[in-house]
């Protein structure tokens, strides 16, 4: 899930600033600091037919290998659905980016999740899924920033699920920005299309922390809504 573009800004200057994927689905084409780590992590309540359907607490560990290279360690740390609880998945990306102009950045982000959940319970998949997603981030006029994703997803179950989605952000008034998305999944083995509107507030409340909230409407039948809150943390400088 990506940030604001205040938040870009900043983070590209120092790399102590946070600089979130989150809130939303998809991700900016930024990467943290050689050298830094960056915990993100948020709490959600989810349900195609209400909210009480489930409950997820997500994590995503970036840590950044070199100038244009970070490593992500991700996963539902904890998941409630109607049939249990415990851990849900868990998985791993490479960011790779490339600056393309002085206002815009693309990005090859491979990733793979690996079946830490039960998938009898609704915790996983139940099998290894693979993802290949490419991103453009771009400053615009007034403000404006735009992350553009667009790539197979749930590669490993037959057919994959393209993956696109389109989202604008603006660093708002202080330190409080908005974050808006459009983002849908086609149908295939991994699961049911889905498609959805994400709108978030985050709030910079120091250089090195952020917090989010907001919420997801699904616009097709089967997408779940979403109600979350969450929390990035620059963990500062983990090796030189």
Do not use: C
């Not at 102590?16 to 991700?27: L, M």
């Not at 009480?52 to 100038?67: E, P």
């Not at 509107?197 to 919420?215: Q, S």
């Amino acid at each position: 899930m990506n940030g604001l573009a205040l938040v870009l800004l900043v983070a590209q200057a120092s790399p102590h600033a946070a600089n979130p994927e989150r809130p939303t689905v998809a991700t900016h084409a930024y990467t943290v600091a050689p050298g830094f780590a960056e915990l993100e992590q948020g709490v959600r309540a989810f349900g195609a037919s209400g909210l009480g359907q489930g409950t997820a607490w997500d994590f995503n560990l970036k840590i950044g290998l070199l100038r244009d290279v970070q490593l992500g360690l991700f996963g539902a740390g904890y998941v409630r659905t109607g049939a249990g609880a415990g851990v849900g998945d868990m998985g791993v990306s490479l960011k790779v980016r490339q600056a393309v102009s002085p206002r815009a950045t693309i990005a090859f982000v491979p990733a793979l999740t690996l079946p830490t959940g039960d998938a009898g319970r609704g915790l996983g998949a139940g099998q290894a899924l693979g993802s290949v997603v490419w991103v453009l981030s771009a400053e615009l006029p007034a403000g404006l920033h735009f992350d553009g994703n667009s790539g197979p997803v749930g590669l490993g179950a037959g057919a994959p699920q393209w993956f696109t989605s389109i989202g604008l952000a603006h660093g708002g008034v202080g330190p409080v920005g908005v974050a808006v998305e459009l983002f849908d999944f086609t149908n295939g083995g991994a699961g049911r299309a889905q498609r959805g509107f994400l709108g978030a507030l985050m709030a910079t409340v120091a250089e090195w922390v952020v917090v989010d909230a907001g919420g997801v409407r699904g616009l097709v039948a089967g997408t779940p809504d979403q109600m979350f809150v969450g929390l990035t943390t620059n963990l500062g400088r983990i090796f030189k």
